[in-house]
């Protein structure tokens, strides 16, 4: 678990590297919104997004 861990956070850090992002995302799955374009859906896990 701790590797599961310790490789969102490197994740997380990767994409908030990458500069200010003001698009909005919705998952394809599930619907949900969210701000920064992550790799998977904080909601359900989902692969898949659009931009709303």
């Known amino acids: 678990m701790a590797?599961?861990?310790g490789l969102r956070?490197?994740?997380d850090t990767d994409t908030a590297d990458a500069g200010p992002d003001d698009e909005e995302y919705r998952c394809i799955?599930?619907?949900a919104e969210f701000d920064e374009r992550k790799r998977l859906?904080?909601?359900c896990g989902g692969?898949?997004?659009e931009r709303v």
Do not use: R, V
Request: charged share 40%; glycine share 0%.
């Open 3 to 5: 590797f599961i861990e």
């Open 9 to 11: 956070e490197t994740l």
């Open 29 to 31: 799955d599930c619907y």
């Open 41 to 43: 859906c904080p909601k």
């Open 47 to 49: 692969e898949e997004f």
